[in-house]
């Protein structure tokens, strides 16, 4: 029998009302059998320190190989929907040890988030506005059915890591060098058949990064092909979740192979513009009334990530050139682009993300046109994408005081 | 510089193009250092058998749980892009060692098969058309940037796995039980970043799964929430890959709070009917001219999967019930499965898939709306999906003799 009351709401609209309920449960919330079940508590996080440390490569050698360095130490908790979170445990980095029939290798319940940590000028290690990483890798969690947890306690373990190994990994004779955090949830319950698991881990790993904002001549991307769509109205190219990245390997390999960096994702039939890779994108015009113009997608669709970067981008743009520049976010076409570039109104355009920074975009190539967009002198970023670019630097790196800047206490 | 070559056709059609590539691949294939990397070979599979082989549960012991019960052993190749396949290996069922920067943690490059071996009643273990599965598997194998192998390798395998565990796990005296076959393709390699791995590891297991073919009272099924779509055209619904199913737990699990089974996943803003869970769906009705038909999603857009059950349902109908039932592959809406039950003209539903099999369904809720949908006397199947049950259970437990019913060779 079906149940008499239905939720006409969930009927229509079920990814609000669902991530809605899930992240309104309180942190002592009670399991289905009424027995509490434990939230994630930073503060119950016992430490099992390596007995060997490794040996800390330059950043050099640490990025020449095909594997990625991880420092010496992780962060894990374990959650099960009869218990909760368990205690979480910092100790030596290594292998997880997962069943073949764990549901992330079958079903994709992962997502994940990306930060890094400065060394700043000051010789403090700092971290990005970890608060709204933190926040959106909960609205992932719940979007692919997986455990949620107070962000805060998730920014108290990414602090607590970095702690102990940023003396030491990012030491102070490397100002302007960072590290890059990967805070992972995964579906570890060992069972076949498609459902939510009742068994999850959370992990936080710290690693090294290549430098990726300043490709030599600048990004240059490739618009996807017309039967490959990254992210779709109804689906989930707003969440952080490992479905996103895996289906898009194909089309970008294509396009490095033919020479470019990133593909230029479109959307829909007018072929809107959305994110350059997985970073977002934006473009810097001229209007055709002479303004000058900052334009990315918009999120409303919640076709494209909420990056951090983009937002910080926009808020310092906004504030910091109000009367030169008009920020505006809205749908806008490869069209317009290649419109605004035959009538010479193109004058820059970046991508935006954690990796990626802010790394200026210096082609664009559509269905066998290839469109040129300026860059600076000496193949550096334009007038707007080097100061935001600069602006943001300064407060990851200390030499601008700013609250972006979290500073993290660190253990000598 | 961008290349000069510019391969326009590329440009618009990548899936098909790269698909076709990476398909064409000799078996032999030269690696881009010109060296040779070996194909995925069967013939040279190892055999380490366990020495502590373990109780074989009933079948209902096996699935009280909350965990997969695999058999004692496993099949694994693990595949680099430098050296190609390496030996597969036969040895005891155990966890896997990941990294945590394994690139299917964060990107979701998996994919995999699932298929049921058979105790029949004539004594003998077969697989049902285990062909369509790896040639399936390839193809999810290619759209996910994993690596591919020929398809009949991945069958010698199967069999070679079933062969040693077959006689002790699905024994003699368990005519019409049967194992669920689930061999998987993963990212492995150690390095985050959005890239196509370089190294991928296969695994065969082999499971209980419980029996979900006869729900009491059918199976009833919600219609997806406006907000959330499964699979969109220049997606990837037609791939067995991991970033399928995640996403689509969040609506599955709201269903099941609510008294429903599964989602009926509708397209577009017509509401198409596509896919019952991860299952391909069905009506039987009789269309206004007073034909009585079957009809089912279309494979053309890419939207769902092509289901070796869901092909088999068609071709054994048109081949049975030639003259009796027109059988139609088309797209379909919501709209006019809410008329026909207006009108009185819905006679059976079913959904069909290898976990389901052929699984009767007795109702739909839409939008508010209950459409009860007729079933045999007794909670039975309908006419037309009680035979096609019949036909293919037949084939699959020997009681029929048929080329789609394939023998293993068994070791005692």
Redo the contacts between chains.
Sequence with gaps: ???TA???Q???????A?IQRKEAQPTKAAASNGSAVAPLDASKLTYNLTKSPRHVPSEAEANAG???I?TDH?VTAVWSASAGWSTPELKP?G???????AS???????C?EGLKAFRGYDGRLRIFRPDRNAARMRMSA????LPVFEPAELVKLMTALLAVDGPRWLPRDRPGSFL?L?P?L??T????????P?EAML?I?V?F?PRMDSPP?GM?LH?S?????RA?????GYAK??????????????ARA???HQILWLYGPDGECTEA??SNFFVVWKRRDGKKELITAPLDDKLILDGVTRRSCLDLIREKLAGEIEVTERKYTIDELLEADSEGRLLESFAAGT?YFVCPIS?I????R?VSIPMGPEGQPGEVTGKVKGWLGDIMYGRTQHEWGVVIPEKE
């Design positions: 029998m079906a149940p239905i939720h006409n969930q009927d229509v609209d079920l990814t609000a669902a095909n594997e990625t991880c992780m980095y292998p997880l040890a997962l069943m073949p029939t992330c290798l079958h079903y994709a319940t992962e994940f719940a979007r692919i059915s890059y990967r992972t995964i579906g319950q060992s069972q076949l058949g498609v459902q939510s009742k992990y790993i690693s990064m001549g240059r618009t092909p017309e039967d490959m769509v779709w109205v109804g689906g989930f979740v490992g479905a996103n990245y895996g289906p898009s390997l194909m089309a970008t390999q294509d033919r020479g470019f890779g997985a990796a082609q190539h559509h269905r066998g290839d």
